[in-house]
């Protein structure tokens, strides 16, 4: 199982910026889609942002215009530029590759700590 190694967490103040990298200690082949997700304390995990091989992003409503997901499939890398931070983006952060044709299969990371401070 190949390895995703995240980091760039941390802790940082309302209305600050982060940026989370997450990358392959191999290289993934056939990629079809980069996420982040997230799981706040007490709650679900839930998708933040995903890019597709083509290009196309998809957000969740609540990261609209503050996240940025930008992907390097050459590199099996995935990062995530996050600004504005408030309270509410505190949570542990995965990193998540899909890769496969017929069988997919998913590639997770360790999770990495996000917290922001009011």
């Known amino acids: 199982q190949v390895q995703l190694v995240e980091s760039g967490g941390g802790l940082v103040e309302a209305g600050g910026s982060l940026t989370l990298s997450c990358v392959a200690a191999e290289t993934i082949f056939s990629i079809n889609r980069m996420s982040w997700y997230r799981q706040a304390p007490g709650k679900p995990t839930d998708l933040v942002a995903s890019?597709?091989?083509?290009?196309?992003?998809n957000y969740a409503d609540s990261v609209k215009g503050r996240f940025t997901i930008s992907g390097d499939n050459a590199q099996s890398s995935v990062t995530l530029q996050m600004n504005t931070l408030t309270p509410e983006d505190t949570a542990i952060y995965y990193c998540n590759i899909n890769a496969g044709g017929a069988i997919k299969k998913n590639y997770w990371g360790q999770g990495i700590q996000v917290t922001v401070s009011s």
């Open positions: 890019i597709l091989v083509d290009g196309k992003t």
